[in-house]
């Protein structure tokens, strides 16, 4: 993991708590990043909102669109 990767993914935990700043903070991560980040951000995400109930609607597609459900 590169170093954008590790603290926007530190980020994201530490607003994990609210779904919309989780949104707003991964949005702002994802145009930053690398195409590589751009995956490893999105299966991490993938993986990090499985277990977490207010955020399960939250959507990373491949075109950087996100959405709350």
């Known amino acids: 993991m590169t170093r954008d990767l590790n603290y926007s993914i530190s980020i994201l935990k530490k607003v994990s708590f609210d779904p919309y700043l989780f949104k707003k903070e991964l949005k702002k991560a994802y145009y930053l990043m690398s195409p590589q980040d ?28 996100f959405t709350l459900g």
């Open 38 to 65: 751009k995956l490893d951000l999105e299966k991490w995400v993938k993986d990090f909102v499985q277990n977490k109930k207010a955020l399960r609607s939250v959507i990373l597609s491949n075109s950087g669109v």
